[in-house]
């Protein structure tokens, strides 16, 4: 998986609880992106990161926000969990030109 | 498995046939493409990329062909063996730096031994 792992793996969570989901990278590489994957969807983009203390929106970021405080680690929040947030989210990274990206294994995440 | 194979479509292949795993792109401006493979609980791997100043990329086993005139994607996969039973999906970018990637929803394929 490139070098970046995630945690956790699986959740379970009540709504209106807050979660914080952690993606860590060993390759350095200066962008990082949280995506929610779900069944008759491609992978939707909620927010990317092109480098330290830099943040950017995707399509679906309502309900989430993002933190990197450094290189090596990107944070996803959901505020306040609610049951649509049930999916399983993955973090992805890629390199300078911001090309291919490459994927972690995943969180699972169940809202109740 | 994962509830990301529900409601996709299915290529079933028998082990040792090639298969071909098609993807219609959106955006004709799109000028990088990629396939990824993810296995049941699993992330997205990348398989092979493509350049739209290409029309035909090999690698191990696999051939990616791009027909930019109709938007068209496939992946072949030679002699296909039990692991490469996944689902696999395309993914269009145009432009350098950042700029969105979309994905599709991908194909999934059964190898039948």
């Known amino acids: 998986d490139a070098g970046i792992t995630q945690s956790p793996r699986h959740k379970v969570t009540e709504t209106g609880t807050p979660v914080t989901l952690r993606c860590h990278q060993t390759?350095?590489?200066?962008?990082m992106y949280w995506y929610r994957q779900d069944p008759g969807h491609g992978l939707r983009l909620i927010h990317y990161?092109?480098?330290?203390?830099?943040?950017d929106k995707g399509e679906v970021s309502d309900g989430y926000s993002v933190s990197r405080s450094k290189t090596e680690d990107f944070l996803l929040t959901l505020e306040s969990a609610t049951s649509s947030q049930t999916s399983v989210y993955f973090c992805?990274?890629?390199?300078?030109?911001?090309?291919?990206?490459?994927f972690g294994p995943g969180t699972r995440l169940l809202v109740l | 498995g994962e509830s990301v194979g529900l409601h996709l479509p299915t290529l079933s292949v028998q082990e040792g046939d090639n298969s071909i795993i098609n993807c219609a792109y959106s955006?004709?401006?799109?000028?990088?493409f990629i396939w990824y493979k993810q296995e049941s609980g699993k992330g997205p791997q990348f398989i092979i990329d493509?350049?739209?100043?290409?029309d035909k990329r090999q690698g191990q086993r696999v051939t990616v062909l791009l027909n930019k005139t109709v938007k068209h994607l496939s992946l072949q996969i030679a002699a296909t063996q039990p692991g490469d039973s996944a689902v696999y999906f395309c993914?269009?970018?145009?432009?350098?730096?950042?700029?969105?990637?979309?994905f599709g929803i991908g194909t999934k394929l059964q190898v039948i031994p």
């Open positions: 992805a990274i890629s390199g300078r030109d911001s090309e291919t990206q490459y």
């Open positions: 390759e350095n590489h200066r962008y």
């Open positions: 990161s092109y480098g330290v203390k830099d943040t």
């Open positions: 955006n004709s401006a799109s000028d990088y």
């Open positions: 493509i350049r739209s100043n290409m």
């Open positions: 993914a269009e970018k145009r432009g350098r730096g950042y700029q969105k990637v979309t």
